[in-house]
């Protein structure tokens, strides 16, 4: 049996098609239609019996998005390819193949993928984060997505940072999901950048912070290290919830070689254990964890 993932993002749409042992058999991009629905249904119709046409093989079909499947009316909502917002793309596109589609959140297809081949490869329970524009997550038990009834299950990025205060934290962070201080607002790629340039004027990207912070720059030896903290204090409180075996990063912070020797130390002061066993990994499959996880959606998730 094969197995085609797609991955949607803003401006463009991955196709990858593998075999039962993860092999990739086809990969195919393709830009995004933004314009319309029918016209982003039709183009994603055409890539799909495209590939069907190229390879004659039978293919189970899963696709990841940013943005949440209402779990009870099957809409799609917070997505950035906004022609999604509000259209049920499982139920149109079921009808059109006449074969099941499986959908879900690109950060829960990011951790199936690390759990099914990946860094979570053998672990029970696999806590996938990507730590890019945004700061998602997914949690994958025994191989088994993890759903439910709200569709935000390993959505940690929008809880509050644990142990905030101003003189260690800085001041209130509004988030745009209307709540303060996001673990997103401090962690995300994006969120590090922008309060290290509003503390000093600069324009700095977080690759600029942290190749300032390996060439001894105090302020950006300070803010790395606040950081640090601040993500050591929101795995703690991931690792205290699920107890995961293993924490798999992805996005572009995941780059960051140091992270990997400079988090668990601090983890392991925050977790309610005088030892931490949980694991920090880097992703595999980097980028192409999305698609994959897609493609594996089919096979690994089991309904409600
Ligand atoms: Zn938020």
New binding site residues.
């Given amino acids: 049996m094969f197995h085609l993932g797609l991955d949607i993002g803003g401006t463009k749409m991955e196709a990858v098609l593998l075999d039962d042992a993860g092999t990739v058999v086809l990969r195919e991009r393709r830009p995004t239609c933004k314009a319309h629905y029918q016209g982003f249904l039709d183009n994603l119709m055409e890539m799909i019996t495209g590939i069907r046409t190229a390879t004659q093989y039978d293919f189970t079909v899963g696709i990841g998005l940013p943005g949440a499947i209402d779990p009870q009316s099957g809409l799609i909502k917070n997505c950035n390819c906004l022609v999604l917002n509000g259209e049920n793309l499982k139920r149109d596109l079921t009808v059109l193949l006449n074969q099941p589609v499986f959908l879900a959140n690109d950060a829960d297809c990011f951790t199936l993928s690390e759990a099914v081949d990946g860094a979570g490869k053998g672990y029970g329970t696999v806590f996938g984060v990507i730590v890019g524009t945004g700061c998602g997550g997914g949690v994958v038990v025994k191989g088994q997505l993890l759903s439910g009834p709200n569709a935000i299950a390993g959505e940690w990025?929008?809880n509050p940072l644990p142990g905030w205060h101003t003189e260690q934290d800085g001041s209130v962070e509004r988030?745009?999901?209307q709540?303060e201080n996001?673990i997103?607002?401090f962690i995300s790629g994006t969120g590090f950048s922008r309060r290290f340039n509003a503390r000093h004027g600069t324009q700095y990207t977080p690759e600029m912070i942290i190749a300032a912070a390996n060439e001894g720059d105090p302020r950006a030896v300070t803010h790395y290290h606040h950081f640090i903290d601040a993500f050591a204090r929101s795995l703690a409180g991931v690792i205290n919830t699920i107890d995961p075996h293993v924490i798999v990063l992805g996005g572009g912070l995941s780059n960051v070689e140091s992270l990997y020797r400079d988090l668990p130390p601090v983890v392991e002061k925050y977790i309610f254990s005088p030892t931490c066993r949980t694991q920090i990994a880097k992703a595999q499959f980097g980028d192409a964890s999305g698609v994959r996880g897609a493609a594996w959606l089919p096979v690994r998730v089991t309904g409600d």
């Fill in positions: 990025g929008h988030c745009y999901c709540h996001c997103e607002s």
